[in-house]
């Protein structure tokens, strides 16, 4: 069955190119000039992989991210920006996004992603068992939330696979080009705030004082490392 791609974009001619070289790939490709109709073809069909612009008419992109977390949609999600939207970047990482790519790209960087994402989001982690115990904390990757004196906090699939693997090493130090590799599935990248800005995330949701960590810790230099 050929994976699914949506492209939430309002440009039309940057969606007829990228969707040409889509359907060349494989992949089946639908798409959306409106947020909200985007919004409702990603709850209704849901794709793969959805391509997400930010400044979108009716509704923008980092409103239809939240909107499809809160709706449990954890199929990766790849943020297109415009050149020099860093705060958007950052916001929209922190709200679920999985990746982000500038404008204007070239196709064959916009490929390697999608194609990077896929094979994580086909590929299970198998270092760490489905239900993790770390003091009065249960960690629950099979259903994608960490449970904490009776509260269930959501976690995205990309958050599983970043938190399994930094577990799964044992202590070891991880250096963001290796969670690159083995996470995202591809060695180069713009820059490794992207992972800075993910385990900021993960902090505040499974630290007591994210401010103070003492399970994911910062190696500087280094990387990081979990401790137990």
């Not at 070289?21 to 109709?37: I, P, Q, R, S, T």
């Not at 997400?52 to 509704?59: A, E, F, K, Q, Y």
Request: aromatic content about 6%; proline content about 4%.
């Amino acid at each position: 069955m050929k994976e699914k791609i949506l492209i939430i974009e309002d440009e039309l001619d940057l969606v007829r190119g990228i969707k040409m070289n889509l359907v060349d790939e494989g992949y089946e490709v639908d798409y959306a000039l409106n947020g909200k109709v985007g919004l409702e073809k990603a709850l209704k069909e849901k794709p793969d992989l959805i391509l997400l612009d930010i400044m979108l008419p009716g509704m923008d992109g980092l409103e239809i991210c939240k909107e499809l977390r809160r709706n449990k949609v954890d199929i990766p999600i790849l943020m297109l920006t415009a050149k020099g939207e860093e705060i958007d970047k950052v916001i929209g990482l922190e709200i679920g996004a999985d990746d982000y790519i500038s404008k204007p790209f070239s196709i064959r960087e916009l490929l390697a992603r999608i194609k990077a994402h896929l094979r994580r989001e086909n590929r299970s982690v198998e270092t760490v068992p489905g239900v993790f115990q770390l003091g009065s904390m249960k960690i629950d990757f099979d259903h994608y939330k960490v449970i904490r004196k009776d509260v269930e906090i959501d976690l995205t699939s990309l958050e599983v696979d970043v938190l399994r693997y930094l577990i799964g090493m044992d202590g070891k130090v991880v250096s963001r080009d290796d969670l690159l590799d083995k996470i995202w599935g591809y060695e180069k990248y713009p820059t490794t705030r992207t992972i800075d800005n993910h385990i900021l995330k993960l902090r505040k949701k499974i630290e007591i004082d994210p401010n103070h960590p003492r399970h994911i810790l910062t190696v500087y230099g280094g990387g990081y490392r979990f401790v137990y």
